[in-house]
């Protein structure tokens, strides 16, 4: 879910890193302990006031359902307490108050944590999640250095303290320096599962093993430590047992009872059971044993065993002789892939269902072999037939049935969004991802007509004079049930639904009517550039559906860019190379946006009739790139085929420099201007004189 940060958030970031530097450098200088500590304590108080402070987002769109938020809360909790009790044994004792102990073990075991969960979770690749594991690490840091001065060895602890202090603090300004921005949409990951289990388990077994291991004896600190993970123990599984199915179409798992995927695979509403199912060695069972099979695993000692949802994709559009003769290497596949005690609902053309006894790698490792198996070509009847295959798995252990059905059927329909002919296992944020999807799905049909789409202006500045010389419009759908959607998640949905054409001339209409109101106030010199997809672009009826809504609106052609994202348009270049021609012929301008520099994207370039640029920081700004010629190959490039660039995304001033002299005409970013409203942009552009150009 994307979070949206105040602006000032660097300058805490900034000041929270100059308090911890200040903190290291004045400790040593301070008068013996009493004096040492207050320094501690104060740096440490102000740097965790000054990172939360910056840290703390506000969120947009829905909250995900209460039950996983309880269970995340249970998970970080039992953590927490693990790793306290880590940093609580492992600590020195001789010499240290066991007051100033037991706060350094809480605060350390809180930081681990945050800095875990900022390195494992969906969002950890953005510069908000490095923030995050660089704010624990400081934090880290600083709590060592306070412990030292309650203790009698503080030169060992000191030197302990160094390495996570100063990692976080370049890590803090490493996150800060790529940018917490609200109007970005970051690309989300799943999140990694297992070191989050792992990582405290571990801690906890070498800090218990050294306790033991000197002979130490278990004091009641410790014994309540240990017992304070009951409670979060307890609510998780609280929370797994009053779990109920919150997902249900037609594409998802099968309701209670009828044990397997419906015929026809994710689009059919309509429901056949599977009727019976059989063991690996072909013993037939009934659609209830395959339940009981199911729970027996799930309370097994230790439990054990997974189900494994197929889907076949393709087999619908075979005539019955043929959905037969499939039917039949199906199983003959099916039964040289599975174990001897694998359950088997018995396939079908749809799908099948397999329970086995393995854990989750080999269960994982099952589906992958399936895939392959079941992906290979068929020959019956004189013909080669070709199916995909979308497999999701879900565990067992501690599962009632009906939840282990529906979490393998939403683990199967990932794989599905994900292209197919894929395994996808089950955990919470799959969950909620498919959750999320499923309420845009719903209430994205009739967004034009209900008036939620809205659309802001983000200025095109010349970077020679730091003039305004147009405006990129930006989507957004405001809706009163998900809060404001961007386009990065917004438009896969309208493309799925079919419904993508319909928002391109709601956009297309709306940007050429306020350049139009523009024009009536004195701003003629001013372009507007609309982003299409590959899909809108290649439309037959694009060009003169363009033309018409400039003649309606009387704007002229030459005010209007229509942008194409550069990584799609190598897969439909010759209709794209037709489109962008047609525009031009117009005398509409072109633009190629997102573009990667790379030596596929520089041969297709000349084939492109476009006329202007725009390149990312990740091409002008050596910080985030060591090959600084690569803009000025680009540059070059552009100026042989008479092409404008337009330096995109820039977020520093350091990056709006380097643009200009590199030769970049134009610039756009958060550090030039910042998307608003239509209303704010004008104020923007009283500002400015003139805009002529």
């Known amino acids: ?168 603090m370049l890590l803090t300004a490493s996150g800060a320096r790529s940018g917490l921005r609200a109007d970005a949409a970051p690309a989300r990951r799943r999140t990694r599962v297992l070191p989050r289990v792992l990582v405290p388990a571990v801690a906890v077994l070498v800090a218990v093993g050294r306790h033991l291991a000197t002979g130490a004896v278990v004091d009641r600190t410790t014994l309540l430590i240990a017992l304070a993970v009951v409670p979060a123990l307890v609510v998780r599984e609280l929370v797994r047992v009053g779990d109920r199915p919150v997902v249900r179409d037609s594409g998802d798992a099968p309701p209670s009872g009828t044990g397997g995927p419906r015929p026809g695979g994710p689009d059919r509403a309509d429901t056949a059971p599977v009727d019976r199912c059989a063991t690996g060695d072909g013993r037939p069972v009934d659609r209830a044993e395959l339940l009981r099979v199911l729970a027996a695993a799930r309370h097994a000692a230790p439990p054990a065993g997974a189900l494994l949802m197929v889907d076949l994709h393709g087999a619908d559009s075979f005539d019955h002789r043929r959905q037969d003769d499939v039917v039949a290497e199906l199983v003959h596949r099916v039964r040289a892939v599975v174990g001897p005690r694998d359950v088997v609902a018995e396939p079908t053309g749809a799908g099948l269902l397999v329970v086995t006894g393995s854990g989750p790698v080999l269960a994982y490792a099952l589906g992958t072999r399936l895939v392959a198996a079941l992906s290979q070509p068929y020959q019956v009847a004189g013909a080669v037939l070709r199916l995909q295959v979308s497999i999701g798995l879900a565990e067992v252990a501690g599962v009632a049935p009906e939840d282990v059905l529906r979490q393998a059927g939403l683990a199967r329909r990932r794989a599905v969004q994900l292209g197919r002919d894929r395994v996808e296992w089950y955990d919470a944020y799959l969950e909620e991802q498919l959750v999320r999807r499923l309420d845009l799905e719903r209430e994205l049909p009739g967004a034009v007509a209900r008036g939620e789409l809205d659309l802001v202006y983000q200025p095109v500045i010349g970077l020679a004079d730091r003039q305004p010389v147009g405006t990129e419009a930006l989507l957004r759908w405001r809706s009163p049930v998900l809060g404001t959607v961007l386009p990065g998640e917004l438009l896969p949905v309208a493309e799925d639904l079919g419904i993508l054409g319909e928002l391109g001339c709601w956009v297309l209409d709306r940007a050429c009517r306020q350049l139009a109101a523009w024009s009536g106030a004195g701003r003629e010199d001013l372009w507007m550039a609309v982003n299409v997809t590959v899909r809108e672009l290649t439309a037959p009826d694009f060009v003169p559906r363009t033309a018409a809504v400039l003649d309606a609106f009387g704007v002229a052609p030459e005010r209007l860019v229509v942008e194409v994202p550069e990584p799609r348009v190598a897969a439909e270049l010759p209709t794209v190379v037709a489109r962008l021609a047609g525009l031009r012929s117009l005398g509409i301008r072109t633009a190629l946006d997102d573009f990667r520099a790379e030596h596929a994207s520089l041969t297709q370039l000349r084939r492109l009739p476009i006329d202007l640029l725009k390149v990312g920081p990740q091409v002008v700004d050596p910080g985030l790139d060591p090959q600084r010629p690569l803009i000025d190959v680009v540059v070059n490039v552009g100026d042989r085929l008479g092409l404008e660039i337009v330096a995109e995304e820039l977020e520093w001033p350091d990056q709006v420099d380097g643009a200009y002299r590199a030769g970049c005409r134009f610039g756009q970013g958060f550090a030039l201007a910042r998307p608003a409203t239509a209303e704010r942009v004008e104020a923007y552009f009283e500002e400015f004189p003139t805009t002529s150009r």
């Not at 940060?5 to 805490?12: D, I, S």
């Not at 987002?57 to 996983?68: F, K, M, T, Y």
């Not at 624990?136 to 309650?150: C, D, E, I, P």
């Open 1 to 168: 879910m994307p979070l949206a940060y105040p602006l000032h958030t660097p300058m805490l970031l900034d000041a929270a890193v100059v308090v911890s530097g200040l903190t290291a450098a004045m400790l040593p200088l301070a008068a013996p302990p009493p004096g040492q500590g207050a320094v501690a304590l104060v740096g440490l108080t102000g740097a965790a006031v000054l990172f939360t402070a910056g840290l703390l987002p506000r969120s947009r769109g829905v909250r995900p359902p209460a039950r996983i938020q309880w269970r995340r809360y249970a998970d970080a909790a039992a953590a927490t307490v693990g790793l306290v009790l880590a940093a609580w044994l492992l600590l020195p004792v001789d010499g240290v108050d066991p007051n100033a102990r037991l706060a350094a073990a809480v605060a350390l075991g809180g930081t681990a944590v945050v800095a875990l969960v900022a390195l494992t979770g969906p969002d950890r690749d953005t510069g908000a999640a490095r923030c995050r594991g660089g704010a624990a690490l400081t934090l880290f840091g600083l709590v060592l250095l306070a412990t030292s001065t309650a203790g009698t060895t503080p030169g060992r602890v000191l030197l302990v303290a160094v390495p996570p202090l100063v990692g976080g």
